[in-house]
């Protein structure tokens, strides 16, 4: 089951310590445990969702991806069997003087507990549990590849990791490292660690995919006449022509100088939007040019 706020289901504050977790859990577990609650569907749901809260606020791993992600991005990472990994039902329950044998578990959670999710059911090896975590990459580090040091907790413990962003990456790309998610169990591999790339924005550019987009403004005039214009490029500037009768909102195409595409060499296009200034305000002379000009069918 996918409990609702985990630390709302226990009572407690997201800044908790985890005595003050185990507190609540078990004086909440006592109150709905099955034992004292025979037949009584409602605290079963609630004796399933606290335990759930439990297993995954007590383990300082699961608790630093739930904080980092909220309740629908880890459960898009942990099944419900990932969940109860290595809780120690029996154990928990033990000092409490309560009925905590594996039937009572295996029947309220089935294949959770069934297939060896919890701590003392005989199991082979099994891979340990993927790890997610967003890494923030600017703009042209995306464009152009970078490295990056990041920090995650795995097994308990902090680590470091000097990790390669590809060329290309964009807002949401997942990048795979191998082997850096939970320890298997009992032999098992380890699991895999995946970054989240989160893209910063560009106060030049803008992206869609591999194209980039620039805006430029030109003078009335030069539309009519024609201009020969600077444009920035991730790289160095390149100029273009403007055609003479240009429109406003005509984009003008710099073919590969854009980003290029990820795990290829191919590159996306520069487009070049043309917007042309029209003056709030005129002189006398300027005034008269233009009235002439509208006289000239202009």
């Known amino acids: 089951m996918a409990a609702r706020d985990y630390y709302e289901a226990l009572g407690v504050d997201k ?4 005595d003050e977790i185990k507190k609540a859990f ?6 709905y445990h099955p034992d004292r609650n025979p037949d009584n569907k409602a605290a079963e749901d609630k004796f399933k969702e ?3 809260a439990y297993a995954v606020l007590s383990d300082p791993e699961k608790r630093q991806q739930y904080d980092s992600f909220g309740s629908t991005g880890f459960h898009q990472q942990y099944s419900q ?9 029996s154990g928990t329950f033990k000092d409490m003087g309560m009925g905590g044998n594996e039937d009572i578990f295996s029947r309220l959670f089935g294949g959770a507990f069934g297939r060896g999710g919890a701590r003392g059911a005989s199991r082979g090896p099994r891979p340990g549990a993927d790890l997610s975590m ?9 464009a152009n590849g970078c490295e990056k040091l990041i920090a995650f907790r795995r097994n308990g413990a902090r680590e470091e990791l000097k990790i390669k962003i590809p060329a290309g990456v964009d807002n949401g790309s997942r990048i795979r490292i191998a082997g850096k998610g939970s320890a298997g169990e009992n032999g098992g591999p380890n699991g895999d660690l995946y970054l989240e790339v989160r893209l910063a924005h560009d106060p030049v550019f803008t992206r869609d995919g591999g194209d980039l987009f620039v805006e430029r403004t030109i003078r009335f005039s030069e ?3 024609g201009v020969s214009l600077e444009v920035p490029t991730l790289e160095e500037p390149k100029r273009i022509k403007v055609p003479a009768g240009i429109q406003p909102g005509t984009k003008i195409r710099l073919k590969g100088c854009g980003v290029k595409a990820l795990g290829s060499n191919a590159k996306g296009d520069l487009y070049v939007k043309i917007g042309i200034h029209v003056p709030e305000g005129l002189n006398s002379a300027q005034k008269k040019l233009v009235e002439e000009l509208a006289k000239a069918g202009l």
Do not use: M, P, T, Y
């Open 50 to 52: 606290i335990n759930e």
């Open 134 to 142: 967003q890494v923030d990459v600017g703009f042209r580090e995306g």
């Open 81 to 89: 069997e990932d969940i109860f990994r290595n809780f120690d039902f």
């Open 15 to 18: 800044k908790a310590s985890a």
């Open 26 to 31: 078990r004086k909440l577990a006592v109150k």
């Open 223 to 225: 539309a009519c006449l």
